[in-house]
């Protein structure tokens, strides 16, 4: 490969994962590592994102020169400091992420779960590629760890079955992506990284495998990502990672600027609440070494210009109003603000909207997670009426209202950390709050499911259903006014107030009750028997007699319902039913069941 000329950025690097898979404890493994190893005097500190120079990379990975035969041309790498979902969605960029590659954190032992699969679908839809880390081989039974080692190394001094046990971890692992359509293998096993998805065997308590770790990280992203990493000197461009008040500096963004350059008195163009934010820069901020603390106010230090990519904090007026998850700009001149202004305008109206259509309300704290909801909400089929930052206000609970009197599972407000304001009435409508995201998509989807399931079965109650039965002889306790008679169920299902026909399709009267024992049944099912009442103008031994067999009258329309409705309740006997019946009602009605043969 030639040497090219052209400059580099650091990649930003985002940690995912399962729940207590390790995905703090390797971010702070690898933060520890750099400090340890990195020359005095570099800066690894940036606000919201921690920065590994190439040096400690070289350094650290310095055992593994064939997994990494390139010469690294990146500057370093750039750590996002909090992991997961919740503000990784806020890392976004029109069509994609601000992250350029993930660490997908998976504890060895446990395998893929929820939440590690979810991290995967969010990271295919914003197609960013990714590294398994899977974590916790210190706990594989027998493992003999040996601090900060590479993992080959480490692996080698291990016996034969306990070689074993890991490589059966791992081949569950490549399991559980190929169900998910990845290709994957241990990294040291991979012949074409564009191909397949580099599994990473470590432990964040031990550091073993780290070196491998943010090897490949370095080598992957500089090998395959150089367009999308190439410096642009131009106007910075960002996102806001957080709002934050700061005493003394009023409110300030955390923001990770990913392309091109950003100066102090910069005029910056972002999404503010009230719509586009026009404001200058007032202070651009790193966190201060300790050493300088004297010097710098409140723990920051200003500086007067970075470039791409950076974690900083920047005051400035106006910034009161910012939102989480927007993108910033730079505005270069008076002639390019009407164009920025338009790009964030329709970034902010895809987001936050609001719609005549039926759906639930949507609040949260910040564009990106508002983005992830919606887009959840979109993947489970359930439609978005109202999408919005801010807290619950009246308005939202009418707009709930409005959707619940036409479909009555849809009267929900789900808020993402967001509260209702104070002395807000919401009873009229369902108000589900949650502060991990994928949660809140649950308890939404089961609230909604619920109440579908309700509506399924109150109207199931309502269906006159399939049941065939037979008079016992020597069963007959009374002959009429009600008639009472033993029965055996004979497929299907009978119930208080289902209407009964002959074999030859007169109607003979309606079921009263049903009894086993004296006890009164709601119902029965096939091989019960039960003493039952019928009534109506019957009389046994005259319209029916000891032994007949009797089926439900079951409306046409009652069996498209069941057939379209409720399939999952129709049981193998009570198929032998309608067959029956619809050969003895085709007598009168030619017609009768022929919409669902
Ligand atoms: P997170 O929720 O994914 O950030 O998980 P944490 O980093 O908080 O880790 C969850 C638990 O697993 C903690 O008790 C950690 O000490 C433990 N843990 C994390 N990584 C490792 C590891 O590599 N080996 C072992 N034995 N424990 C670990």
């Known amino acids: 490969m030639t040497q090219s000329n052209v400059r580099l950025r650091q990649p930003i690097v985002v940690v995912l994962g399962h729940v207590d898979h390790g995905k703090t404890t390797l971010l702070d493994k690898i933060r520890g590592t750099t400090v340890v190893k990195k020359e005095p005097g570099e800066m690894t500190q940036e606000v919201g994102a921690s920065f590994v120079p190439t040096s400690v990379i070289e350094k650290v990975a310095m055992p593994l020169k064939n ?5 690294l041309e990146i500057p370093g790498l750039l750590f996002i400091d909090t992991p997961g979902h919740e503000l990784f969605s806020n890392l976004r960029k029109r069509g994609g992420s601000v992250a350029d590659i993930a660490i997908l954190v998976v504890d060895i032992t446990e395998g893929f779960q929820k939440q590690t699969i979810e991290s995967i679908e969010i990271l295919k839809e914003k197609r960013v590629p990714f590294l398994v880390a899977a974590n916790k081989i210190d706990r594989i ?20 079955s306990v070689q074993k046990t890991l490589d059966n971890y791992v081949y569950k692992l490549v399991m559980q992506l190929a169900e998910l359509g990845f290709n994957a ?10 191909k397949y998805v580099a599994i990473v065997p470590v432990s964040g308590k031990t550091g073993e495998g780290l070196s491998e770790l943010l090897a490949l990280l370095a080598g992957l992203t500089q090998q395959y990502l150089k367009s999308r990493l190439r410096i642009v000197e131009g106007p910075a461009k960002g996102v806001i990672l957080e709002v934050k008040e700061e005493q003394g500096l009023g409110h300030t963004i955390d923001v990770i600027i990913y392309d091109g350059i950003l100066k102090k008195n910069d005029t910056i163009a972002l999404g503010g609440l009230n719509g586009v934010i026009v404001t200058k820069i007032r202070n651009i901020l790193l966190p201060a070494p300790l050493q300088d603390m004297r010097i710098s106010k409140y ?8 470039s791409a990519a950076a974690g900083i904090k920047i005051s400035g007026p106006g910034l009161e109003e910012a939102l989480a998850g927007s993108s910033i700009y730079v505005v270069e001149n008076e002639e390019k603000l009407p164009e920025v202004k338009k790009i964030i305008e329709e970034e902010l109206s895809k987001i936050r909207f609001s719609k005549d259509s039926v759906g639930i309300v949507v609040k949260a704290d910040s564009l990106g997670s508002l983005e992830s909801l919606i887009n959840g909400f979109e993947r489970m089929g359930i439609p978005v009426r109202v999408a919005d930052i801010g807290p619950i206000t009246k308005r939202d609970v009418i707009e709930a209202e409005l959707s619940s009197k036409e479909v009555e599972e849809f009267g929900i407000i789900a808020a993402f950390r967001v509260k209702p304001l104070p002395g807000l009435e919401i009873s009229k409508v ?14 939404t989807k089961k609230y909604i499911d619920e109440i579908r399931e309700r509506k399924k079965r109150r109207s199931l109650d309502s269906l006159i259903l399939p049941g065939k039965i037979k008079i016992l002889p020597g069963y007959v306790f009374r002959r009429s006014d009600p008639a009472i ?9 009978i119930k208080p107030k289902f209407p009964l026909i002959r074999e030859d399709g007169q109607r003979v009267g309606e079921i009263l009750g049903i009894q086993d024992n004296k006890k009164n049944l709601d119902k029965a099912t096939k091989g019960m028997e039960v003493s039952m009442s019928i009534k109506g103008n019957v009389m046994i031994g005259r319209q029916i007699q000891e032994g007949d067999v009797l089926y439900t009258d079951v409306p046409q329309d009652d069996l498209d319902m069941l ?27 030619p017609l009768y069941g022929i919409s669902i043969q």
């Open 563 to 589: 057939y379209k409705v409720h399939k999952d309740s129709i049981t193998e006997d009570m198929i032998e039913v309608i067959r029956e019946l619809i050969k003895i009602k085709r007598v009168e009605n």
């Open 141 to 160: 039974p027998g493992w003999k760890s040996i601090e900060n080692e590479t993992f080959s190394k480490s692996f080698k001094l291990q016996t034969t």
């Open 430 to 443: 369902k108000l589900i709050y949650n502060d991990i995201i994928y949660q809140l998509l649950e308890e």
């Open 299 to 306: 723990g920051y230090k200003s500086i007067d210009e970075i």
């Open 185 to 194: 293998e241990r990294f040291d096993r991979v012949r074409d990284f564009t």
């Open 67 to 71: 997994l990494i035969p390139i010469k």
């Open 485 to 493: 008679v033993g029965v055996e169920v004979l497929g299907g299902i």
